[in-house]
């Protein structure tokens, strides 16, 4: 399914932001969907995932317990709130789907089919 993202901003360190993730014309039923960011001059990193038969989000250890993601009850919008934010989260966030089966921290980048265009967040003082 087609997404569109929101969300993205400057802000300072210690502040939050909510990066939102839309399905296009569908639901986010039976996909699995993940939030990756790439920062310049750095590789495409996994941030958080929502496997396609769980509930229970994944993190990557680097925004355990200050980012959160979910999603809404009908399943078309998967939200990412990330609170207290420091420099090094400074990135372009991208959000990702497909519908894939197993436990969504098995799949790399390429294995999504649908991405959204990128939102810049930037983490200054």
């Known amino acids: 399914v087609p997404v569109v993202q929101s969300g993205g901003g400057l802000v300072q360190p210690g502040t939050s932001l909510r990066l939102s993730c839309a399905a296009s014309g569908g639901t986010f039923y039976d996909h699995t969907v993940a939030w990756f960011r790439q920062a310049p001059g750095k590789e495409r990193e996994r941030v958080s995932c929502?496997?396609?038969?769980?509930?229970?989000?994944y993190y990557a250890d680097y925004v355990k317990g200050r980012f959160t993601m979910s999603r809404d009850v009908a399943k078309k919008t998967v939200f990412l709130q990330m609170n207290n934010l420091e420099p090094d989260d400074t990135a372009t966030y991208y959000c990702?789907?497909?519908?894939?089966?197993?436990?969504?921290?098995?799949?790399?980048?390429?294995?999504?089919?649908?991405w959204g265009q990128g939102a810049q967040v930037t983490v200054s003082s």
């Open positions: 929502i496997s396609s038969h769980l509930d229970t989000p």
């Open positions: 990702a789907t497909d519908r894939l089966d197993l436990t969504c921290t098995v799949y790399g980048a390429h294995e999504f089919g649908a």
